[in-house]
């Protein structure tokens, strides 16, 4: 059985630093592209970062520079480090594990930044 459980939210002030994390099971983490999207309130939930299985990134406009995704295969780890925080950071952060027709979620974990 899939579980992808992500951890590590909270509340944190507005130019502050919070790390995120993915823990898989049930799955060859290494062949899955890995993705964080999120969910605020009242929007529609939306890509923030890819790592493919060569390690490739990529992110959303709105979190370049700031955010950054990493995994860990061997730990079947997946994170996403998040500085400089902003208010409109706030939401609901979901993993996403994909290969070809497959696809799993996480739970989520809600991060919120707020003074």
């Known amino acids: 059985q899939v579980q992808l459980v992500e951890s590590g939210g909270g509340l944190v002030q507005p130019g502050g630093s919070l790390r995120v994390s993915c823990a898989a099971s049930?799955?060859?983490?290494?062949?899955?592209?890995m993705n964080w999207y999120r969910q605020a309130p009242g929007k529609q939930r939306e890509l923030v970062a890819t790592?493919?299985?060569?390690?490739?990134?990529n992110y959303a406009d709105s979190v370049k520079g700031r955010f950054t995704i990493s995994r860990d295969n061997a730990k079947k780890m997946v994170y996403l480090q998040m500085n400089s925080l902003k208010p409109e950071d706030t939401a609901v952060y979901y993993c996403?594990?994909?290969?070809?027709?497959?696809?799993?979620w996480g739970q989520g974990t809600q991060v919120t930044v707020s003074s």
């Open positions: 049930g799955i060859i983490l290494r062949v899955y592209t």
């Open positions: 790592i493919t299985s060569g390690s490739t990134t």
């Open positions: 996403n594990a994909a290969r070809f027709s497959e696809v799993y």
